[in-house]
């Protein structure tokens, strides 16, 4: 990897792919402006990808399909840059940086192929003589909203079933981290996408994430982050009726019935919920462990767990990054303090450090119950809280238990159960035996107050799509 750890940036093999400036209108502006920008006129400026560059290619679909494609071929060439400016601005390690990058380039190769297969209907008609047609069309501007954990594939996850799909996006990237966005467009651009299809107006002004729910000019609002926020949101766009896709918070189970392969169960628990520093909306926040196994898996889990290191992403022992801020440390600390206060027994972890930096150890907690607060809330940190439950009803109970319904996981070498309790949980994603449910040919996303609408997979496009029918009649008259 060799990165210069004094100055990372110093390191990257195109150092124009680091910027500060947003981009409107196909224009690199001063990012101070961006807002006001916005919530001026450029909207207005925004045109489908169906338009000027491309609009004499009689086959839009696939022409679009080309574009994502070289724009594919771009981020693959630069996934060393792209990964640097990632693990700088988010914290995660270089390792987990550039696994996202090349998560975030699947999006666009995926989205790339499906944009040819935007197919229609032919129809049956009761009425004589009448045939009916129906044709999948853009659905027009996107105001694209994505959180800091995922800083690239959040982006591309949206934006590539948009264009694909003959949108423009007006893309409003974390104020923690916008580089990543930033690099992603000027590839975009590069890959000859038209400048005004592809919109960044970075800000720290909450008014901008308002103007994209409520502009009448905006056509379909996508938001990854909270369910605080997200139902905000989706009370604003209502005022427009305005299609709204939400990926919202989660409070993921994790189950281990006595019938696991305990190495797997452990395995996927470890990815599950340490993945990126325990700050996915996926990660497993409780973990139900059938009272049998429950004292081994915790011992192993406990010793994998021992051999995670913190520090800096760009160091190659560092396993687990910092958390994006104090607040972040301070829920952790408060969810530890909490379960412990309450009978939690703790084996391993429990104080934040080393260091200044954003840290938290590693922690697990046996012995948990549904007065703590994790049974209610997203910690998102790298506490494991675990809970002992004795029959299949009572874990799928517990698991079920809570407004929200993101993922969920299983570990089981039953086939019955596995078939029976993946059925019965209430999330729009489960794991069963495995700890990663995240890729570009799956549907992702959630049901409850987790949001809805799904991203990815052969569903992805149709988030940016409206169904339009066209009835012929008269056919033989
Ligand atoms: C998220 O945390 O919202 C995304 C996680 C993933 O794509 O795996």
């Given at each position: 990897?060799?990165?210069?750890?004094?100055?990372?940036?110093?390191?990257?093999?195109?150092?124009?792919?680091?910027?500060?400036?947003?981009?409107v209108?196909?224009?690199?502006?001063?990012?101070?402006?961006?807002?006001?920008?916005l919530?001026?006129?450029p909207l207005?400026?925004v045109?489908?990808?169906?338009?000027?560059?491309?609009?004499?290619?009689?086959?839009?679909?696939?022409?679009?399909?080309?574009?994502?494609?070289?724009?594919?071929?771009?981020?693959?060439?630069?996934?060393?840059?792209?990964?640097?400016?990632?693990?700088?601005?988010?914290?995660?390690?270089?390792?987990?940086?550039?696994?996202?990058?090349?998560?975030?380039?699947?999006?666009?190769?995926?989205?790339?192929?499906?944009?040819?297969?935007?197919?229609?209907?032919?129809?049956?008609?009761?009425?004589?003589?009448?045939?009916?047609?129906?044709?999948?069309?853009?659905?027009?501007v996107c105001g694209i909203i994505?959180?800091?954990?995922?800083?690239?594939?959040?982006?591309?996850?949206?934006?590539?079933?948009?264009?694909?799909?003959?949108?423009s996006v007006v893309i409003k990237?974390?104020?923690?981290?916008?580089?990543?966005?930033?690099?992603?467009?000027?590839?975009?651009?590069?890959?000859?996408?038209?400048?005004?299809?592809i919109n960044v107006c970075?800000?720290?002004?909450?008014?901008a994430?308002?103007e994209l729910?409520?502009n009448?000019l905006v056509?379909?609002?996508?938001?990854?982050?909270?369910?605080?926020?997200?139902?905000?949101?989706?009370?604003?766009?209502?005022?427009?009726?305005?299609?709204?896709?939400?990926?919202?918070?989660?409070?993921?189970?994790?189950?281990?019935?006595?019938?696991?392969?305990?190495?797997?169960?452990?395995?996927?628990?470890?990815?599950?919920?340490?993945?990126?520093?325990?700050?996915?909306?996926?990660?497993?926040?409780?973990?139900?462990?059938?009272?049998?196994?429950?004292?081994?898996?915790?011992?192993?889990?406990?010793?994998?767990?021992?051999?995670?290191?913190?520090?800096?992403?760009?160091?190659?022992?560092?396993?687990?990054?910092?958390?994006?801020?104090?607040?972040?440390?301070?829920?952790?600390?408060?969810?530890?303090?909490?379960?412990?206060?309450?009978?939690?027994?703790?084996?391993?972890?429990?104080?934040?450090?080393?260091?200044?930096?954003?840290?938290?150890?590693?922690?697990?907690?046996?012995?948990?119950?549904?007065?703590?607060?994790?049974?209610?809330?997203?910690?998102?940190?790298?506490?494991?809280?675990?809970?002992?439950?004795?029959?299949?009803?009572?874990?799928?109970?517990?698991?079920?238990?809570?407004?929200?319904?993101?993922?969920?996981?299983?570990?089981?070498?039953?086939?019955?159960?596995?078939?029976?309790?993946?059925?019965?949980?209430?999330?729009?994603?489960?794991?069963?035996?495995?700890?990663?449910?995240?890729?570009?040919?799956?549907?992702?996303?959630?049901?409850?107050?987790?949001?809805?609408?799904?991203?990815?997979?052969?569903?992805?496009?149709?988030?940016?799509?409206?169904?339009?029918?066209?009835?012929?009649?008269?056919?033989?008259?």
């Amino acid at each position: 990897m060799a990165v210069d750890l004094i100055n990372p940036l110093a390191s990257l093999s195109d150092p124009t792919l680091f910027i500060e400036d947003a981009f409107v209108g196909g224009h690199w502006i001063k990012a101070k402006t961006t807002f006001e920008v916005l919530g001026e006129s450029p909207l207005t400026s925004v045109e489908p990808v169906n338009g000027s560059k491309i609009s004499n290619v009689a086959n839009l679909e696939r022409a679009r399909g080309n574009l994502l494609r070289k724009w594919y071929e771009l981020v693959e060439k630069n996934v060393r840059d792209l990964a640097i400016i990632l693990c700088l601005e988010n914290g995660k390690t270089y390792a987990e940086a550039e696994g996202e990058v090349k998560y975030a380039a699947s999006f666009i190769k995926w989205f790339a192929e499906e944009a040819p297969r935007a197919y229609g209907d032919t129809i049956p008609s009761s009425q004589a003589n009448t045939t009916i047609m129906t044709f999948r069309q853009p659905i027009g501007v996107c105001g694209i909203i994505t959180p800091w954990n995922f800083p690239a594939a959040m982006i591309t996850r949206k934006v590539a079933p948009a264009l694909a799909a003959g949108c423009s996006v007006v893309i409003k990237p974390p104020s923690e981290t916008p580089h990543s966005c930033l690099a992603l467009t000027k590839l975009a651009v590069e890959a000859g996408i038209p400048p005004a299809c592809i919109n960044v107006c970075t800000t720290k002004d909450r008014a901008a994430a308002t103007e994209l729910a409520m502009n009448s000019l905006v056509n379909k609002l996508s938001f990854t982050e909270s369910t605080g926020v997200g139902k905000k949101l989706a009370g604003l766009a209502s005022t427009t009726l305005k299609k709204t896709s939400l990926e919202l918070g989660g409070n993921a189970a994790l189950i281990v019935f006595d019938d696991a392969d305990l190495d797997i169960a452990v395995a996927g628990t470890m990815v599950s919920k340490f993945r990126c520093t325990g700050q996915t909306c996926v990660c497993a926040n409780r973990i139900f462990v059938q009272r049998g196994v429950s004292e081994k898996f915790t011992a192993r889990l406990v010793e994998k767990v021992n051999l995670l290191n913190m520090g800096s992403g760009f160091d190659g022992q560092t396993t687990q990054g910092p958390l994006v801020n104090k607040a972040a440390v301070e829920k952790v600390d408060q969810h530890v303090k909490d379960a412990l206060s309450k009978g939690g027994k703790l084996r391993t972890g429990g104080s934040s450090g080393p260091g200044s930096g954003y840290f938290y150890k590693p922690t697990v907690i046996s012995g948990a119950s549904t007065s703590m607060l994790v049974a209610n809330e997203e910690t998102f940190g790298p506490l494991a809280l675990i809970w002992e439950f004795d029959t299949e009803e009572e874990a799928i109970q517990l698991a079920n238990s809570t407004e929200f319904g993101l993922a969920n996981y299983m570990f089981s070498s039953d086939i019955g159960r596995i078939m029976r309790v993946s059925q019965q949980l209430q999330s729009g994603m489960v794991g069963v035996n495995t700890g990663l449910i995240s890729a570009a040919e799956t549907p992702f996303g959630g049901v409850k107050e987790s949001g809805y609408g799904k991203e990815g997979s052969k569903y992805g496009l149709e988030e940016y799509q409206v169904l339009k029918s066209v009835t012929i009649g008269n056919l033989q008259a």
